[in-house]
């Protein structure tokens, strides 16, 4: 149709057309613009808080390691201020954890550990939380809310360690045919990896020979990282 068009009828026309529709196409210009430019802004803007979280978490790393508890706690009130939902953040409260249950203030860092359990954004620290937490519970005592707080062990990487805490808590409690099933499972979800795991195998086989009645075959696991069979369970496996 428009080939019936002259040259300055199709000039008029596309001359109209510009008219009509270059507010628009100019406003999403400017749009798509700001809309770029703010992208740019906002990453730039997380970029820096994560480098601020990050330093202010060293800070809090280098504290503990002088021995200024006080000042650790402090700067990490401050990093939970001005980083709220930071990993960071979540790292500091692990690492304070870990100090308060060396120097035995287990229900501190019961609650630091907890803080990061529910709050955390990232799934595995809260998984690690739990783990560690669930110890500290076992070590005060509180079997029943260990098992709570552990679950259902999950899948992958953490099933093996989560099994084992289920087993010290159950061995804790009395159970120690429901601690040998969870230590067989924890046995089992490490695979070959519990060739160098000897205290998961001191466990089971002071178990089973409890169990079924006969004598074990080696002596009890002393020294781990989660529950001595001969002895109270501890906190000291924190760090796994």
């Given amino acids: 149709m428009d080939d019936y068009f002259s040259d300055a009828e199709q000039w008029e026309r596309v001359k109209a057309w510009l008219r009509a529709n270059v507010p628009w196409i100019l ?3 400017a ?3 700001l809309a770029i430019g703010g992208w740019r802004w906002w990453q730039g803007h997380t970029d820096q808080l994560a480098l601020q979280a990050g330093a202010e978490y060293q800070q809090v790393l280098q504290a503990f390691n ?3 508890k006080t000042q650790a706690l402090a700067l990490i009130s401050t990093l939970e201020r001005d980083h709220p939902g930071s990993p960071y953040t979540d790292q500091a409260n692990l690492a304070a954890a870990r100090v308060l249950v060396e120097t035995n203030e287990l229900e501190a860092g019961a609650q630091r550990l907890e803080s990061v359990a ?3 954004h990232d799934p595995e620290l809260a998984m690690i939380a739990r783990l560690r937490l669930a110890r500290v519970q076992v070590s005060l005592g509180k079997v029943n809310e260990a098992l709570a707080t552990l679950g259902t062990p999950p899948s992958g990487a953490f099933a093996a360690r989560y099994h084992e805490v289920r087993g ?3 061995y804790a409690k009395g159970d120690k045919a429901a601690a040998l099933d969870e230590y067989r499972a924890a046995q089992s979800a490490a695979g070959p990896a519990v060739a160098e795991n000897d205290v998961l195998n001191l466990k089971i086989n002071d178990l089973t020979g409890a169990v079924n009645g006969t004598a074990p075959r080696k002596g009890p696991a ?3 990282g989660s529950t001595s069979m001969k002895g109270a369970p501890d906190a000291s496996g ?3």
Avoid: F, P
């Fill in 27 to 29: 406003a999403g210009i």
């Fill in 31 to 33: 749009v798509g613009g």
């Fill in 66 to 68: 002088a021995g200024e």
């Fill in 118 to 120: 529910r709050n955390s």
């Fill in 168 to 170: 010290d808590a159950y």
């Fill in 222 to 224: 002393q020294g781990s």
């Fill in 238 to 240: 924190l760090a796994k």
